[in-house]
């Protein structure tokens, strides 16, 4: 059985970033990571991938060929991927024996709640090779800051949510940036725990354009909360300065994502009853639950900056 996620989310979002971040976390902790570029766009890799679209198809000769834009470009190339399946199973079967995978997603949006070809070409791995995936749709946080666009992210989360069909992450990416556009109206929690949404609707109300639709936003809020299954995590993957900013940010987000996928479970001798306690219980379970040595040297030596400050921090909250 082999774990994974898929990284997914617009333009933007950080996608590529966080597949280069969380494989480099990952190997940190002990875990042989492959990540699998299937974006036939994205030319400039900052990490070493396993398999790469481009060896399949380019985005850049399919726009000169069939006289294609980008948009148009990217659902042809997953609509070659998923006709030429067999290519990238091939390139995969090696690496299902011990290998955690990262898919490393195109940005548009199109592919993931509306064309099937993307989902296509998961479900299909998933079923012949016996993958235990979790989608990780990243949102640019920096969205929080206008009412208007985040209920258009929550509408995007949901719709692809109900799409992909897969175990399901959303996290607000670059979240510090998320004043950089303006100042948040409520806490941070108001925008990750999505509730209340009805609460927008003074701020939606102080803007024309959205006062316009304001019955629409309404039926919007109202179906992502009675659907209730949108919330966020939040991450930056950069933001390392301290080994614990580290662990609280990308571990238990990593926590999140292997309770979802089931890899929590891996490597646990338990009875049923003891299964149902991890399933149903909060996410801060220790590490020593993990099939893996936590090498804490590695990750300071690796991550962390400036450890004096951190020590000094510390201690003055003493």
Same mark, same amino acid.
């Given at each position: 059985?082999?774990f994974?996620q898929?990284?997914?989310?617009p333009?933007?979002s950080?996608k590529t970033?966080?597949c280069?971040?969380m494989?480099?976390f ?11 570029n ?5 030319d400039?890799?900052?990490y070493?991938?396993?398999?790469n ?9 399919v726009m000169?060929e069939?006289?294609?834009?980008p948009n ?7 609509d070659?991927l998923?006709k030429n399946?067999?290519?990238l199973?091939a390139?995969?079967?090696p ?8 898919f490393d997603?195109?940005?548009?949006v ?5 064309h ?6 998961i479900m299909k791995l998933?079923k012949?090779l ?9 949102v640019?946080a920096h969205l929080?800051?206008?009412p !208007?666009?985040?209920? =258009? *992210?929550?509408?995007? %989360?949901l719709?692809t ?5 897969l175990?399901?992450?959303?996290v607000?990416?670059?979240?510090d940036l998320i004043?950089?556009y303006g100042?948040l109206?409520f806490?941070l929690?108001?925008y990750?725990?999505?509730e209340?949404l009805s609460y927008?609707?003074y701020?939606l109300d ?16 109202d179906?992502v909360?009675?659907?209730s299954?949108v919330?966020?995590a ?5 933001a390392?300065?301290?080994?614990f900013?580290l662990?609280?940010t ?14 929590i479970?891996? !490597?646990?001798e338990? =009875? *049923?009853?003891e299964f %149902?306690?991890?399933?149903v219980?909060?996410?801060?379970w220790?590490?020593?639950?993990y ?10 030596e690796?991550y962390m900056?400036?450890d ?8 003055s909250g003493?």
């Open positions: 059985m082999v994974g898929v990284v997914i989310g333009p933007g950080g970033t966080y280069n971040g494989s480099q990952l190997q940190l902790i002990g875990r042989k990571v492959v990540v699998i299937l974006d036939p766009a994205n400039a890799l900052p070493e991938c396993a398999v679209i481009e060896d399949l198809i380019k985005l850049s000769d000169v069939h006289g294609l834009g148009g470009g990217l659902v042809y190339c997953m070659y998923e399946i067999d290519w199973e390139k995969l079967k690496l299902i024996k011990d290998h955690y995978f990262l997603f195109p940005g548009q199109e592919l993931f709640f509306l099937s070809s993307t989902k296509n070409v998933v012949k016996n993958l235990r995936l979790t989608a990780v749709h990243l640019d929080c800051s206008d !208007g666009k985040y209920v =258009s *992210a929550l509408l995007l %989360s719709s949510m109900l799409h992909m069909e175990p399901h992450i959303n607000l990416s670059k979240i004043e950089s100042k109206a806490n929690d108001f990750t725990d999505v209340n927008l609707q701020s102080q803007d024309p354009r959205s006062a316009k639709y304001r019955k629409l936003t309404k039926e919007i809020c179906v909360e009675d659907y299954l919330n966020f939040t991450l930056d993957i950069q390392c300065q301290s080994l900013t662990l609280l990308v571990g238990n987000l990593v926590k999140l994502i292997d309770k979802s996928n089931g890899y479970f891996a !490597g646990i338990a =009875s *049923a009853v %149902s306690k991890i399933a219980g909060p996410v801060d220790d590490y020593y639950r099939p893996f040595n936590f090498d804490f040297a590695a990750v300071q690796k900056k400036d004096e400050n951190f020590d000094d921090d510390e201690h003493d």
